[in-house]
């Protein structure tokens, strides 16, 4: 039986390990730091497998997922880079790409490694929170190298059908991680600007669903979005130039009084919002 | 039987017609402009009665409640004043409270006033969207006058529960503004200046629950939110000020490299969220 190899039982590796039981003739084995998590996950079926040893694990895996924080992958990279399978398959599921693509070029020619990151998760962390259905109706994104083989590629389109992503969607790790520092960083930036608000705490009892949408997620996984923010500062930085730009200017309009001139631009920014027209979740309550 | 006229079938006041159908001893009477919304209120039972004749319709109605844009509601105060019947209520939906309650100045001492916002919605306009369920689980804010007769505020009470609102908060319009322009109108600012950023268009198979969440409501209603805007400009533009400036703080952590006061930055505004503990609605998709 091939083995599928989960390094790191959080909420995205738990929620991997359970989505992918059954995937194919694969076994799917989970590794986790504490004895705790691979206590848990034996219990509650999160694999069909869990161990504390890593090392063994990776040397009979096919495909290893990564599903550390960031500045764990490439150190697990660097330390496990003569561990890994000749022929196997290395991947991981961080919201960073460029920085993870380089360090894969510490891989022996003979190990392949593609970029992943599925647009999934919720704002809480642990295994305790992982559940199989997470993936269902996501993208998942692969940044493939440009001699990764085609049927590695194909193998990470199954395992996406699989668990259910809604496409899959193939890029290059600089336009990743300048398009994810848009839809996604700048996003939790956002959501804990405005939780810093005095006002936070008085508003209770008046809040709608803008209000919870916009802040869901602000109460984020600390060490992995520090990670994830500083390793694209660049993108990052460059997208609330623009935003704050559009906030002042939204601003401006609303100061001067000039009602027309805000139907006007509200106008223009709705359009916009219609002609992209995303399929949203039902965020009535 | 007495009666609950409904002035406005668009999407709050249709999903109203719908969600007070029933209600202890009232017919519903829902007051279209167009006899295609009439019709269509109807054909698909949209409250117990339509009709285009607001003046009569206001001459019998024990409870009227107007569900129209926020300078609708000011005129319409002023030119039916004499139509309200002694001793009935006179009540609103809409977003913004101080306008409304200075409108109200205008009725005669024997009919009473008071200012409703109930926290639900959705990102579309009109009758055709409107649902029952749509205040189930949200707050209903009331601005009551000092004089407000208590068999109304208890009737608006009985009216909140049973169309399923989780609570009702009573406040003072100055209060509600205030919260408001944080809790709601900056949420709308938020999500029409993240569309207006030239990426909007190539994000599209890179975008996970956060930006859904934060950008659903973009797509907005113009000339409502247009008025929401201007009659809170002060209170709005207060907000923003404090919103821009912690945004500004976040980006120059991040520009500085200086990972650890980023992440010390982080767990405050993390801490803070969770410390809220807002109930969320479920968003992986």
């Not at 027309?260 to 995303?278: F, G, I, P």
């Amino acid at each position: 039986m091939k083995k599928i190899v989960i390094v790191g039982l959080g909420l995205i590796g738990g929620s991997l390990a359970l989505a992918l039981k059954g995937f194919e003739d694969f076994q799917v084995i989970g590794v986790a730091r504490r004895q705790a998590t691979v206590d848990y996950a034996l219990e509650h079926g999160v694999g069909d497998e869990a161990t504390l040893d890593v090392t063994a694990a990776v040397r009979q895996a096919d495909v290893t997922v990564l599903c550390i924080n960031p500045v764990d992958i490439v150190t697990f990279l660097a330390e496990h880079r003569n561990d890994f399978k000749p022929g196997s398959l290395v991947t991981d599921v961080c919201g960073i790409k460029s920085a993870i693509m380089a360090a894969a070029q510490a891989l022996p020619p003979e190990v392949d490694f593609i970029g992943c990151h599925p647009m999934a998760g919720t704002e809480f962390s642990g295994i305790e929170h992982a559940f199989a259905e997470m993936f269902r109706g996501s993208h998942l994104i692969l940044t493939p190298r440009e001699d990764s083989w085609e049927p590695h590629v194909a193998l990470m389109e199954r395992m996406a059908a699989y668990i259910g992503c809604q496409d899959v969607v193939k890029t290059t790790p600089q336009e990743h991680d300048a398009i994810l520092a848009y839809t996604s960083q700048m996003m939790h930036i956002i959501a804990v600007s405005v939780c810093d608000d005095p006002m936070l705490f008085t508003c209770k009892g008046f809040e709608g669903s803008s209000f919870r949408g916009c802040t869901r997620v602000a109460a984020l996984d600390v060490p992995l979005w520090t990670q994830l923010f500083s390793l694209n500062a660049p993108a990052l930085t460059a997208c609330l130039d623009v935003f704050i730009d559009n906030l002042k200017d939204y601003r401006k309009v609303i100061a001067s009084g000039d009602g027309e001139k805000l139907a006007e631009k509200l106008t223009w920014s709705a359009n916009r919002k219609r002609q992209m027209d995303l399929p949203g979740p039902d965020l009535l309550h």
